[in-house]
């Protein structure tokens, strides 16, 4: 027990004399000891703990190689990686594919000239442009001029516009 503790229960003592034990008087002292079940103090095997240390070192050196493997294996394969023979047989068929639809196309016009000439059949021509709707183009693009002119010299002198002395108010130059 230590001295604090002392010192607690003969204060208690001291200030209750009914509770302190007179010297026949031995039966709060039992608790009842018959009635606890207390094991006995665990001895350990140390031949049992070093064999378990010695078993984890086995079975952790075993994941740890098992694992460098695997990491060694994976680098393996991003590194050995190559362009197989199927994948130049892919690029190959993609770009016979471009080519074979280039001469189709090719082909077709000039199919479609020669049937035409010799059956007599001409192909539709543009519809003629009318000085009215030039017209209506070139003054929708000067509009449009003028309306970015004017954002951008709004944007301008937003732009230019400096504090003041005061530092409150703002003023343009």
Known sequence: MSRKSQCFVTAVFDQHDN???NAGDVSPLHLHHESLLIPPPVVINHTVINGLDELYQFY?????????????????????SETTVTEYIAYVACALSIVNLIVFCIACRCF???????????????????VFHVQLLLSLARFAKIIQARSQDQSSQQQEKIPSAKGTTWKTK
Do not use: K, M, N
Not at 60 to 80: K, M
């Open 60 to 80: 952790d050196r075993q994941l740890s190689a098992a694992l460098d493997e695997a990491d060694s294996t994976i680098d393996q394969i991003e590194v050995t």
């Open 19 to 21: 509770l302190r034990p």
């Open 112 to 130: 479609h000239r020669l049937a035409g000439r010799q059956f007599g059949y001409q192909a539709p021509q543009s519809p003629p442009v009318h």
